[in-house]
């Protein structure tokens, strides 16, 4: 018998994969820019005013770190100056305060057992 998620259980999984998304996203870009040895990315966000409209989030900065905990330096040979650091932090995900993403642990998914009919 199948069962009928509730609004809450639609809801949650919902947010569970908005966050693997985002983790994913994240996990891509450190690739990218950092390589392999990328295995934390925190992303720090702040709010700007947009000419009078309501305040948006931006990231702000970012720092990539490896498994001992060491700063990495990109390792892309495009990433060397300003204008590259903030085309790179344009492509991380924006979340309404800063994160922290851990490259070793995928976020759990809830998933429900449902039928298909």
Do not use: C
């Amino acid at each position: 018998m199948a069962k009928i998620l509730t609004k809450e259980e639609i809801t949650q999984l919902a947010e569970e994969y908005a966050e693997l998304d985002r983790w994913t996203q994240v996990r891509d870009w450190a690739r990218k820019y950092y390589g392999d040895s990328a295995t934390k990315v925190e992303v720090e966000i702040e709010y700007q005013f947009n000419d009078g409209d309501p305040e948006y989030p931006s990231v702000e900065s970012f720092s990539v770190l490896d498994k001992d905990g060491k700063y990495l330096s990109a390792v892309d040979e495009h990433y060397a100056g300003e204008d590259e650091e903030y085309d790179a932090r344009e492509e991380l995900p924006v979340t309404e305060d800063s994160h922290i993403y851990n490259l070793t642990k995928q976020p759990p998914i809830s998933f429900p057992v449902v039928e298909v009919r």
